[in-house]
């Protein structure tokens, strides 16, 4: 496997943007505070309220998992639960971090087409008694673009978060790809105002080096919030090194254009795809009906793609994706039908 190429494997497998590399070299010249409180992080942080048009309280951390076990952490006691979609990324891909992070939390998983949460399925969940042998919920989670490349609009996101908070409960949002949510259509700017209290702001996925974005609208919760990261270990002395990244990818509109085109190259490969997408293709990511022996042999071919949740094999575009990979995989696609 040493050879083969990891183009589509994951938005992960792709390089750093050039934007964000030089910003990184920018922000490593001469001395500056630490541990979050210098000018590379303020400059940051003002561009990501800019993005969201919010006056939210920013932090960077190294991890989607870190960003997300954290800020569940902030919303939930330890004997109450998080609503999620069962395939979220909280629920499948991260080791227990909420519970860890959170001191014992659960996690509800809720059903829904596309991973998108069904509306009727977090109705019947947020009817459920309190009782004391269980732990009722407390916070909602939800991701945008989801776990299969579909994305919410405002309105199918007003529709989960009203009612959770109508419960008085807090909503957090995953936007590991939130970028390519936004070039696919969605407003960042509507988000302030659908009672999301925590936004995690992808950075990994995007074109950057590790760093996710953590925007707090509701401002009760960074109370301390440094001194949960500084427990969690994702407080770092050289945060500018975190933050940097997001100057380079916001000042100039690189986070939104680069995921235009990653979402551009997976609406390519779907139109040369043989083999039957399942998932309506509307950020980065082809979810196909393969089965297993002709994934062995895509991967005897040279190019690698994982079998996802629900069975189907992902493939991911990324801003680094070109068109004659798109095709170069088409081709080879074609060959194993």
């Not at 001191?103 to 829904?112: D, F």
């Not at 109705?123 to 579909?150: F, I």
């Not at 700017?189 to 080096?209: E, F, H, Q, R, Y």
Request: glycine residues 10%; negative net charge; charged residues 20%.
């Amino acid at each position: 496997m040493s050879d083969a190429r990891y183009d589509f494997a994951s938005d992960n497998t792709a390089p750093a943007a050039p934007e964000a590399m030089a910003a990184l070299v920018a922000a490593n010249a001469g001395f500056a505070s630490g541990y979050g409180t210098d000018h590379v992080t303020a400059e940051a942080g003002d561009l990501v309220r800019g993005l969201l048009d919010a006056d939210a309280e920013v932090r960077f951390v190294a991890s989607g998992t870190a960003a997300n076990a954290i800020s569940l952490a902030a919303l939930c006691r330890p004997f109450e639960s998080v609503l999620a979609h069962e395939h979220a990324h909280v629920c499948t891909d991260e080791t227990g971090a909420p519970g860890y992070f959170g001191q014992g939390l659960g996690l509800i998983r809720l059903p829904g087409a596309s991973g998108r949460i069904e509306g009727a399925a977090l109705a019947e969940a947020l009817a459920q008694p309190d009782v004391s042998y269980r732990q009722s919920p407390a916070a909602l989670s939800l991701t945008n673009a989801t776990e299969y490349g579909t994305v919410y609009s405002a309105a199918a996101l007003q529709a989960l978060t009203a009612p959770a908070k109508a419960k008085g409960y807090g909503v957090h949002l995953d936007g590991a790809r939130l970028a390519n949510a936004a070039a696919a259509g969605f407003d960042l700017k509507a988000i302030k105002g659908l009672g999301v209290d925590i936004l995690v702001i992808g950075g990994t996925k995007a074109g950057m080096p590790p760093t996710e974005a953590v925007a707090i609208f509701d401002r009760d919760l960074a109370r301390r919030f440094d001194a949960r990261l500084k427990q969690a270990g994702q407080l770092p002395s050289k945060g500018r090194f975190y933050a940097a990244p997001f100057i380079g990818m916001l000042q100039d509109g690189a986070f939104v254009r680069h995921a235009a085109h990653a979402n551009a190259m997976a609406a390519k490969l779907a139109g040369l795809m043989p083999f039957p997408v399942k998932h309506a293709v509307e950020a980065n990511g082809l979810f196909v009906e393969m089965d297993e022996p002709t994934l062995k042999r895509l991967h005897a071919s040279g190019w690698f793609a994982y079998r996802f949740l629900d069975g189907t094999v992902r493939f991911m575009c990324s801003w680094a994706t070109t068109p004659e990979a798109v095709e170069s995989l088409g081709e080879t696609l074609r060959t194993l039908v």
